[in-house]
C-alpha cells in the first residue's frame, strides 16, 4: 500500500532557528500534500494544502513567512519553521494524496517538534 | 472552527465488551472517514462511508452516518487490548476546486485487558 515517510520523527532546536521537516510519498506520486499540527491531547488542525509545483494554500490564522512550504517534486514536500519560538513546539503531521477524489490520504508518522 | 465534535472524550472498556464513539459535524460533506492514532504517531484510515451511504462494516468495525442529523457513529465489537488507541472522525468535503480533510476531536479509547 502507499508509505508516506517523514522525517525527522523528532528534534529539539533552540529558539530563532529554523526547523525543515520533510515528507515523502515512497510508491506513488502526490499530488498534494497536506499539513497538519497537532497539540497534546487535541486534534488535528489543518495548516496547509500544497499542490506538487504551485504555491501551498494556508488556511486562516497559519502565518505563511513563519510556516514554510515547498512542493518541489511529486514525491517531496517540505514544511520549514522559521525562526522557531517555544509555541511552535507541537507534533507536525504530513498526508499525501496521489490523486482526485478522496482515495490515497496517507499519514506520515508525525515529528514531535519542541523548541527550547 | 469547523472541526467536528466526538463523543465521549475519553472511553475505557473491558476486553471483549463493544465501543461506540460519535461524531457531528456541521457542513456538508462528500464523505466521512475514521482515523486510528496510536499515541504519539501518524494516524491509520480505519473506515470510509459515502454520503449517500448508511451503514459499512469492515472487520470488527460498524460506521454508521445520518446525513440529516450530521452524525456518524463507529463501534468496535469484541475489543481488544491492542484497540486502545484515540480515535478521530474527519470530513471531508470539496469546495470551490480544493478539497479538505477536516477532523473531530477525537475520541481516547482504552481497553483494560
Known amino acids: 500500500g502507499a508509505v508516506v515517510s517523514q522525517h525527522p520523527s523528532r528534534v529539539i532546536c533552540k529558539s530563532g532557528t529554523s526547523v525543515k521537516i520533510e515528507c515523502r510519498s515512497l510508491d506513488f506520486q502526490a499530488t498534494t500534500m497536506f499539513w497538519y499540527r497537532q497539540f497534546p491531547k487535541q486534534s488535528l488542525m489543518l495548516m496547509a494544502t500544497?499542490?506538487?509545483?504551485?504555491?501551498?494554500?494556508?488556511e486562516q490564522g497559519v502565518e505563511k513567512d513563519k510556516f514554510l512550504i515547498n512542493h518541489a517534486s511529486l514525491t517531496l514536500s517540505t514544511l520549514t519553521v522559521t525562526s522557531a519560538h517555544p509555541e511552535d513546539s507541537s507534533f507536525y503531521i504530513c498526508?499525501?494524496?496521489?490523486?482526485?477524489?478522496?482515495?490515497?490520504?496517507?499519514f506520515g508518522s508525525g515529528t514531535r517538534l519542541t523548541v527550547v | 472552527s469547523q472541526q467536528g465534535e466526538e463523543d465521549p472524550q475519553a472511553l475505557s472498556i473491558q476486553e471483549g465488551e463493544n465501543a461506540t464513539m460519535n461524531c457531528s459535524y456541521k457542513t456538508s460533506i462528500n464523505n466521512l472517514q475514521w482515523y486510528r492514532q496510536n499515541s504519539g504517531r501518524g494516524l491509520v484510515h480505519l473506515i470510509l462511508?459515502?454520503?449517500?451511504?448508511r451503514e459499512k462494516h469492515s472487520g470488527r468495525l460498524r460506521v454508521t452516518l445520518d446525513t440529516s442529523k450530521k452524525s456518524s457513529s463507529l463501534l468496535i465489537t469484541a475489543s481488544r487490548a491492542a484497540d486502545t488507541a484515540s480515535y478521530f472522525c474527519a470530513t471531508f468535503r470539496t469546495q470551490g476546486g480544493s478539497e479538505k480533510l477536516v477532523f473531530g476531536k477525537g475520541t481516547k479509547l482504552t481497553v483494560n485487558p
Open positions: 500544497s499542490n506538487e509545483g504551485s504555491k501551498a494554500t494556508y
Open positions: 498526508s499525501a494524496r496521489s490523486g482526485g477524489g478522496y482515495y490515497g490520504y496517507t
Open positions: 462511508i459515502r454520503s449517500n451511504e
